[in-house]
């Protein structure tokens, strides 16, 4: 059972989920150092100070007073089964994943485990609202808006700024990285590549905003984009950070189509992306559209087509995004391969990637002096 605050924060109701383990951590008063949820550890964000009285502030008070209030004072995160990676996976999901390219695995995560990213998210937030609005260029900075309505709310006041496709730069942080890594993530990797695996170094978060087309992908295989990765298993893990469904513009898969291989693509008129030569949905024998719910998360295949809908709602539908493959897997030359690194391993554990690394690795990176 969770509770749910009005800004849209979700917590543990009770301590009482068999498949978690306590770590210790209080939310409250974490400033300047944030706490990092998925280690109980303290960490520095790489924004600006959020204000005593900031939006931030205030959900972190709220989420902390929803814990005591209902007798949570620790965070709870999943210990990994040892040689067990498949006791939340069934043989029937396993098909289910070789024959449709995708999987969808429900509640996997808690969403507690998404909080620290929805808190980095919702500083990005604030900090370029605080922007915009000492520019002159917004009047309303929004601050009692929810998570899922805020950015939104800002940017309708000035529409000529752009809308990003994603965000990159602006959300690398701990947070992510334990994301990334979380055990259970990573347990359902390991159940279909082994466990020797590597991040790719491939990561974003998407506000996809109301109506805007930029984040509105057309039907592609995420090997038209990775060159020469076709014949590779390259997995990519999609999570909704709020509920999806076709209204706020969720993700469509057609089941099975990866196993066609890779199909050629070009460059059409008035689209960002390029498209497939032959549209895939005209053949398709059937379409799925994914509903899923905070901790839900979906796995595929780099091969199956894939999509997502123009959001119709009135809020943002946030979500993220990683991919990985195991670790003697070529990455040619991808442009995020300098932000890999080795998450798991059980032939040179001693090799597995640490947050201290991986940030070396992104302060040497061009990423850090992305837009995006």
Same mark, same amino acid.
């Given at each position: 059972?969770?509770?749910?605050?009005e800004?849209?924060?979700?917590?543990?109701?009770?301590?009482?989920?068999?498949?978690?383990?306590?770590?210790?951590?209080?939310l409250?008063?974490s400033?300047?150092?944030g706490?990092?949820?998925?280690?109980?550890?303290?960490?520095?964000?790489?924004?600006?100070?959020t204000?005593?009285?900031?939006?931030?502030?205030r959900r972190?008070e709220?989420?902390?007073?929803?814990?005591?209030?209902h007798?949570?004072?620790? !965070?709870?995160?999943?210990?990994?089964?040892?040689?067990?990676?498949m006791?939340?996976?069934?043989?029937?999901?396993?098909?289910?994943?070789?024959?449709?390219?995708?999987?969808?695995?429900?509640a996997?995560l808690?969403?507690?485990?998404?909080?620290?990213?929805i808190?980095?998210?919702?500083?990005?937030?604030d900090?370029?609202?605080?922007?915009?609005?000492?520019?002159?260029k917004?009047t309303?900075?929004?601050?009692?808006?929810r998570?899922d309505?805020?950015?939104?709310?800002?940017y309708?006041?000035?529409?000529?700024?752009?809308?990003?496709?994603? +965000?990159?730069?602006?959300?690398?942080?701990?947070?992510?990285?334990?994301?990334?890594?979380h055990?259970?993530?990573?347990d359902?990797?390991?159940?279909?590549?082994?466990?020797?695996?590597?991040?790719?170094?491939?990561?974003w978060?998407?506000?996809?905003l109301?109506?805007?087309?930029?984040?509105t992908?057309? +039907?592609?295989?995420?090997?038209a984009?990775m060159p020469?990765?076709?014949?590779?298993?390259?997995l990519?893990?999609?999570?909704?950070?709020?509920?999806v469904n076709? !209204?706020?513009?969720?993700?469509?898969y057609?089941?099975?189509?990866?196993?066609q291989?890779?199909?050629?693509?070009?460059?059409?008129?008035g689209?960002?992306?390029?498209v497939?030569v032959?549209?895939?949905?005209l053949?398709?024998e059937?379409i799925?559209?994914?509903?899923?719910?905070?901790?839900?998360?979906?796995?595929?295949?780099?091969?199956?087509?894939?999509?997502s809908?123009?959001?119709?709602?009135?809020?943002?539908r946030?979500?993220?995004?990683?991919?990985y493959?195991?670790?003697d897997t070529?990455?040619?030359?991808l442009?995020?391969?300098?932000?890999?690194?080795?998450v798991?391993?059980e032939?040179n554990?001693?090799?597995?990637?640490?947050?201290?690394?991986?940030q070396?690795?992104?302060?040497?990176?061009?990423?850090?002096n992305?837009?995006?």
């Amino acid at each position: 059972m969770f509770w749910e605050d009005e800004n849209g924060y979700r917590g543990i109701e009770d301590g009482n989920n068999k498949e978690q383990e306590t770590m210790g951590g209080d939310l409250a008063g974490s400033e300047p150092y944030g706490l990092c949820l998925a280690t109980s550890q303290r960490c520095r964000p790489h924004f600006r100070q959020t204000s005593v009285d900031s939006p931030v502030q205030r959900r972190r008070e709220a989420l902390s007073e929803g814990f005591r209030s209902h007798g949570v004072n620790k !965070r709870t995160t999943p210990a990994r089964k040892a040689n067990n990676v498949m006791g939340f996976l069934t043989s029937q999901q396993k098909e289910t994943f070789d024959h449709d390219g995708y999987l969808v695995v429900k509640a996997l995560l808690q969403p507690i485990d998404l909080a620290p990213l929805i808190d980095v998210a919702a500083q990005v937030v604030d900090q370029q609202t605080q922007a915009l609005f000492a520019e002159g260029k917004i009047t309303e900075r929004h601050e009692d808006q929810r998570f899922d309505k805020r950015w939104y709310e800002v940017y309708l006041q000035c529409a000529s700024e752009q809308p990003q496709y994603a +965000w990159h730069t602006v959300v690398f942080s701990q947070a992510l990285f334990n994301l990334i890594t979380h055990p259970r993530v990573l347990d359902l990797i390991e159940a279909f590549l082994g466990p020797e695996i590597q991040f790719n170094g491939d990561f974003w978060v998407r506000p996809k905003l109301p109506s805007e087309r930029i984040t509105t992908l057309p +039907w592609h295989q995420d090997s038209a984009y990775m060159p020469k990765t076709e014949n590779d298993l390259h997995l990519a893990i999609w999570i909704p950070l709020v509920d999806v469904n076709k !209204r706020n513009g969720t993700l469509q898969y057609i089941p099975g189509s990866h196993r066609q291989g890779l199909q050629a693509m070009h460059k059409v008129e008035g689209e960002q992306f390029k498209v497939p030569v032959h549209d895939p949905g005209l053949a398709a024998e059937q379409i799925d559209t994914l509903e899923m719910k905070v901790g839900d998360i979906v796995i595929f295949n780099n091969l199956v087509f894939h999509r997502s809908l123009v959001n119709q709602s009135e809020g943002i539908r946030w979500s993220t995004d990683f991919r990985y493959s195991a670790a003697d897997t070529s990455l040619y030359d991808l442009w995020h391969k300098a932000l890999a690194f080795t998450v798991r391993s059980e032939r040179n554990p001693d090799q597995v990637g640490t947050w201290e690394q991986w940030q070396a690795k992104w302060n040497a990176s061009e990423h850090k002096n992305s837009r995006m």
